[in-house]
């Protein structure tokens, strides 16, 4: 199971986006800046797989979901806890399904559900990242206070802490604005959060003016998974000593992703 996003990776599942990415009717309803190039979007794909399966993580497949261009973000409809996973409820309406597919799929896996976000409450994974007993949760667009209170009281069942802050438009989910780098440090964009909500944690902070300047892929070890427009924020890991993997996942920005939001954390060591 996972309890920290910065343990060294083992076992992830993403989807691979062969049709739905393409097939948007409304831009707008999905959320979706610009339609992506199908032939660049499935390069970029498996080239972040390689690179996961590279670091010794295994990679998990499951067929995209018909109709839901969102569905390649995988790590939004569920979040992996100590004692299994929990089914969140989307906050973008064309998402949702998204959770009933993932769980099927986990439930299919033996991955077992200790939890369940039920309306009016809304959570969405790009909203959560644990940190050991620490959970840094964002109220957002997407995740609301309702849903956040139902994802609080389970997580406290493992005796973990939930830290919420509310996060900017610029910013889709937390996970945009912030990452977990290794077990007692982060990276944020400046302005986001409020005073001593890091307090215990090293604080990698960055000017962070894009949605995803604060969104890379820890590895474990200090090795850094980061899309190569992030310039700034990869001096300033390097500068930090972590060793920065840059990958081109240019279609993907343009669906308002990072590259965090294409995997599912399964597993973590």
């Known amino acids: 199971m996972l309890t920290n996003e910065a343990a060294v990776l083992t076992k992830v599942v993403v989807s691979r986006?062969?049709?739905?990415?393409?097939?948007?009717?409304?831009?707008?309803?999905?959320?979706?800046?610009?339609?992506?190039?199908?032939?660049?979007?499935l390069k970029q794909h498996d080239l972040?797989?390689?690179?996961?399966?590279?670091?010794?993580?295994?990679?998990?497949?499951?067929?995209e979901l018909e109709g839901h261009p969102n569905s390649v973000f995988t790590k939004d409809c569920i979040t992996v806890v100590p004692g299994g996973y929990v089914q969140l409820r989307m906050g973008l309406p064309t998402r949702a399904g998204e959770p009933d597919w993932m769980a099927a799929f986990l439930d299919q896996y033996g991955e077992p559900r200790v939890g369940c976000i039920e309306a009016p409450g809304t959570v969405e994974g790009g909203d959560v990242i644990l940190a050991?007993?620490?959970a840094f949760v964002g109220l957002s667009s997407r995740t609301?206070?309702?849903?956040?209170?139902?994802?609080?009281?389970?997580?406290?069942?493992?005796?973990?802490?939930t830290r919420m802050a509310n996060i900017p438009p610029l910013h889709l989910h937390i996970g945009g604005a912030m990452t977990l780098l290794s077990p007692d440090e982060v990276l944020c964009c400046a302005g986001v959060f409020p005073e001593g909500y890091f307090d215990g944690f090293k604080v990698i902070e960055i000017a962070g003016g894009d949605l995803i300047s604060g969104n890379v892929?820890?590895?474990?070890k200090r090795e850094i998974i980061s899309d190569a427009h992030n310039v700034v924020t990869n001096e300033a890991l390097r500068?930090?000593?972590?060793t920065v993997h840059v990958l081109d996942l240019s279609e993907f920005v343009k669906g308002n992703g990072g590259p965090s939001c294409l995997m599912l954390s399964l597993e973590r060591k």
């Open 239 to 242: 500068l930090a000593g972590y």
């Open 17 to 41: 986006p062969v049709k739905a990415f393409y097939e948007v009717g409304n831009v707008k309803q999905h959320n979706i800046s610009e339609l992506a190039d199908r032939e660049k979007a």
């Open 217 to 220: 892929i820890a590895l474990g």
């Open 48 to 63: 972040l797989c390689e690179s996961m399966c590279k670091f010794g993580a295994e990679v998990i497949s499951v067929d």
């Open 132 to 134: 050991g007993k620490t």
């Open 144 to 161: 609301n206070i309702q849903g956040a209170v139902q994802l609080e009281k389970i997580l406290a069942k493992y005796g973990i802490e």
